[in-house]
C-alpha cells in the first residue's frame, strides 16, 4: 500500500465518505450531543480511539477466524458486535484503574459508543473495501487501521461543525417552530449538501 492509497482512504473517510453527512450513521450522538462543543468534542475523541481499535480487532477475527471456516455470512454481524462490546468494556475497565481522570473525561462516552452504528459500519466496511473476490487484499490490515482512524476524524469533524453551528443558533432570532430538532435537522441537510462538494477529490487524487 504506497502513499497515494492511504492519502486517498483518509481524504475520502474524512469529507467525501464521511460517515455522518455520506452514510447517514451516528445520527443519534450526532444530533444528540451536539448542544455544547465540550461534548461534541469528547466523543469525537472517544469515536477516534475505539473505532481505531476496533478496525485491528474485527480485521484479524474475519481474517483468521470468520473467512477460513466459512463463517463470514453467518457470523459477521454478530461476531463484529460482540468484539466491539467486548473492547469497549474493556477500555473502560483499564481506563478506570489505571487513568481516573482519562475514565472521568471519557467514561460517559464510551457505553454510547457500543450502540454507535458507525463503529460496526466501520468494521464492516473494511472487509468490503479491503477483501475482493473472497480473498483478502495486500496491507489490508493497514488499510483497515487508517480507515478506522479516518472514520474516526470524520465523524469528530462533523460532530465540532455541528456544535459550534448549534451554539451561534442559540443566539439567533429563530422562528419558534424551528427552535430546537427542527432547525438542527435543517441544518444537518444543508452540512450534508455542502460537503457533497467534496465528491471529486478522490478522483482528482
Given at each position: 500500500?504506497?502513499?497515494?492509497?492511504?492519502?486517498?482512504?483518509?481524504?475520502?473517510?474524512i469529507?467525501?465518505?464521511?460517515?455522518?453527512?455520506?452514510?447517514?450513521?451516528?445520527?443519534c450522538?450526532?444530533?444528540?450531543?451536539?448542544?455544547?462543543?465540550?461534548?461534541a468534542?469528547?466523543?469525537?475523541?472517544?469515536?477516534?480511539?475505539?473505532?481505531?481499535?476496533?478496525?485491528?480487532?474485527?480485521?484479524?477475527?474475519?481474517?483468521?477466524f470468520l473467512?477460513?471456516?466459512?463463517?463470514?455470512?453467518?457470523?459477521?454481524?454478530?461476531?463484529?458486535?460482540?468484539?466491539?462490546?467486548?473492547?469497549?468494556?474493556?477500555?473502560?475497565?483499564?481506563?478506570?484503574?489505571?487513568?481516573?481522570?482519562?475514565?472521568?473525561?471519557?467514561?460517559?462516552y464510551?457505553?454510547?459508543?457500543?450502540?454507535?452504528c458507525?463503529?460496526?459500519?466501520?468494521?464492516?466496511?473494511?472487509?468490503?473495501?479491503?477483501?475482493?473476490?473472497g480473498?483478502?487484499?495486500?496491507?489490508?490490515?493497514?488499510?483497515?487501521?487508517?480507515?478506522?482512524?479516518?472514520a474516526?476524524?470524520?465523524?469528530?469533524?462533523?460532530?465540532?461543525?455541528?456544535?459550534?453551528?448549534?451554539?451561534?443558533?442559540?443566539?439567533?432570532?429563530?422562528?419558534?417552530?424551528?427552535?430546537?430538532?427542527?432547525?438542527?435537522?435543517?441544518?444537518?441537510?444543508?452540512?450534508?449538501?455542502?460537503?457533497?462538494?467534496?465528491?471529486?477529490?478522490?478522483?482528482?487524487?
Open positions: 500500500m504506497d502513499f497515494g492509497q492511504i492519502f486517498a482512504i483518509i481524504i475520502g473517510m469529507f467525501v465518505n464521511n460517515f455522518v453527512f455520506a452514510r447517514f450513521l451516528g445520527l450522538p450526532y444530533m444528540g450531543l451536539t448542544k455544547e462543543m465540550s461534548s468534542i469528547g466523543m469525537g475523541m472517544a469515536v477516534v480511539f475505539v473505532m481505531t481499535l476496533a478496525s485491528m480487532a474485527t480485521w484479524p477475527v474475519y481474517r483468521y473467512d477460513p471456516f466459512g463463517l463470514e455470512r453467518i457470523l459477521r454481524t454478530a461476531s463484529f458486535i460482540l468484539v466491539i462490546a467486548a473492547l469497549v468494556q474493556f477500555i473502560e475497565m483499564v481506563l478506570q484503574k489505571v487513568n481516573p481522570a482519562l475514565y472521568k473525561a471519557m467514561g460517559i464510551l457505553p454510547i459508543i457500543t450502540t454507535n458507525t463503529i460496526l459500519g466501520v468494521a464492516v466496511l473494511n472487509i468490503d473495501t479491503f477483501y475482493k473476490d480473498k483478502p487484499l495486500s496491507g489490508g490490515f493497514l488499510g483497515s487501521t487508517i480507515q478506522g482512524f479516518s474516526g476524524i470524520g465523524f469528530t469533524l462533523a460532530m465540532v461543525l455541528m456544535a459550534s453551528v448549534r451554539e451561534r443558533m442559540e443566539m439567533a432570532n429563530i422562528p419558534k417552530p424551528l427552535r430546537g430538532i427542527p432547525i438542527a435537522f435543517i441544518t444537518a441537510g444543508l452540512m450534508s449538501m455542502a460537503f457533497l462538494g467534496f465528491s471529486g477529490l478522490i478522483k482528482m487524487t
